[in-house]
C-alpha cells in the first residue's frame, strides 16, 4: 500500500505540474508525448505491485488519454481561427481591390470609347470626301466618249467638204492609256482611301474589344471575378493593345496628308496658282504638326502630346539602349583582347626584330 500511495501521488503531482507548466510552454502534441512516456514507467513499476496499484494506474492512463484527446480540438480550433482570420484579410485585399480596379476601367473605357467614337467620326466623313475626288478623278482613267464623238464628225465634215480643214486631215483618236499625273493622283487618293477606312475598321473592332474587357465572362466568387479581370489586363498589356489604339490617329493623319498632296499634284497641271494654295496649306499643316510633336518629344510638361511624340518617345529610348548594349559589348571585347594579349607577351616575352 505504501507503495500505492506513493506511486499515486508523484503521479498526481507530476500530473499538476506538468499540466501548469506544460500548457503554458509546449504544444498538445508533446505533452501527449510526455505522458505516454510517463505512462510507460509507470506501468513497468506498477507491475511488481498489487491488483490495486494496476487499477490506479489504468484510471491514470484513461485521464491521460482523455487530456490528448481534448488537445486536439483546440488545435482544430486554433486551426480554424487561423483561417478565419487570413479569409478575413483576403476578402479585405479583394475588396480593395476591387475598388481601385472599378476607378482605372472607369478612366480607361472612357477615354479610349471616346477616342474611338472620335475615330469612326472622322473616318467616314474623310472617306465620304475622298471618295467624291476619286469619282471626279476616275472618269479620265478611261477614254472619253465626246473627243470620240467630235473625232467623227470631223471626219463627216471632211467628207462633204474637204476644203474645211485645209491639209489637216481629221483622223479617230487612238487612246494610249490615262496621262501618268492622273495614275500618280488616282493611286494617292486610294492609299488615302485606304488607310481611312482601314482605321475605321480596326476602331470597330477596339469597341469589341473594349466591350469583352468590360462584360464578366464567368460567374464565381469575387476572388475568381478578380482574377479573371486581372487575365484580360495582363493580356491587354503583353498584347500592347495600347499602342494599337493609338496608331487609329497617326493612319488617319497620314491619309489627310495623302489627300493634301494628291490635289496639290492634279490641279498642278490644271491651274498652278490654284495648286500653290492647296500645296501651301499643306505644308504649313505639316511644319505645325512636326513643330507639335518635336514640343511634345522635348518635354513631358507639354500638353500638346500626340501619338506621334509617343512613339518618337518609345524609338529614342529603344535605340539608346541598343546603342549602349553595343557600345558595352564592343568596349569588353575590347579589354578582353587587351589582356589577353598582355597575358602572352608577358608570358613568352616581345620577339625582336631582325636586324
Excluded at 185 to 190: D, M, P, R
Excluded at 220 to 246: C, H, P, T
Excluded at 276 to 287: P, Y
Amino acid at each position: 500500500m505504501a507503495d500505492l500511495a506513493e506511486i499515486t501521488e508523484d503521479f498526481r503531482t507530476d500530473d499538476e505540474n506538468g499540466s501548469k507548466h506544460e500548457d503554458e510552454t509546449e504544444s498538445p502534441r508533446q505533452n501527449a508525448t510526455k505522458r505516454k512516456r510517463t505512462r510507460s514507467r509507470r506501468n513497468s513499476r506498477g507491475s511488481q505491485s498489487d491488483p490495486q496499484t494496476g487499477r490506479v494506474l489504468e484510471e491514470s492512463q484513461e485521464e491521460d488519454e482523455g487530456g490528448g484527446r481534448s488537445a486536439q480540438p483546440q488545435a482544430d480550433d486554433q486551426k480554424q481561427g487561423m483561417s478565419s482570420i487570413e479569409q478575413e484579410h483576403q476578402a479585405k485585399f479583394y475588396e480593395d481591390y476591387r475598388k481601385v480596379a472599378q476607378e482605372f476601367d472607369k478612366e480607361f473605357l472612357k477615354k479610349y470609347e471616346e477616342d474611338l467614337n472620335t475615330t469612326l467620326i472622322f473616318a467616314g466623313l474623310f472617306s465620304a470626301v475622298t471618295s467624291a475626288f476619286i469619282i471626279q478623278v476616275a472618269t479620265q482613267l478611261q477614254p472619253d466618249p465626246g473627243d470620240e464623238t467630235a473625232a467623227l464628225l470631223r471626219i463627216i465634215i471632211y467628207k462633204m467638204d474637204n476644203t474645211t480643214f485645209g491639209n489637216d486631215v481629221p483622223t479617230l483618236p487612238q487612246w494610249t492609256g490615262p496621262p501618268r499625273t492622273i495614275v500618280h493622283v488616282q493611286a494617292i487618293l486610294f492609299a488615302s482611301l485606304a488607310a481611312s477606312l482601314f482605321s475605321a475598321f480596326l476602331a470597330m473592332l477596339g469597341k469589341q474589344w473594349l466591350n469583352r474587357y468590360e462584360s464578366t465572362d464567368m460567374r464565381g466568387s469575387a476572388i475568381e471575378r478578380s482574377q479573371s479581370r486581372q487575365r484580360k489586363l495582363d493580356g491587354i498589356n503583353s498584347w500592347y493593345f495600347n499602342y494599337v489604339m493609338e496608331s487609329l490617329p497617326l493612319m488617319l493623319q497620314a491619309a489627310l496628308l495623302l489627300l493634301g498632296c494628291a490635289l496639290s499634284r492634279y490641279l498642278w497641271d490644271i491651274d498652278i496658282t490654284i495648286a500653290s494654295v492647296v500645296l501651301g496649306i499643306t505644308s504649313i499643316g505639316v511644319i505645325l504638326y512636326v513643330f507639335i510633336i518635336i514640343a511634345g518629344v522635348a518635354t513631358k510638361s507639354c500638353p500638346y502630346q500626340t501619338p506621334g511624340s509617343q512613339f518618337l518617345l518609345y524609338l529614342g529610348r529603344t535605340l539608346h539602349s541598343g546603342i549602349a548594349l553595343a557600345f558595352r559589348t564592343t568596349f569588353r571585347h575590347t579589354i578582353e583582347a587587351i589582356e589577353r594579349s598582355a597575358h602572352w607577351y608577358c608570358e613568352w616575352g616581345i620577339p625582336l626584330r631582325d636586324t
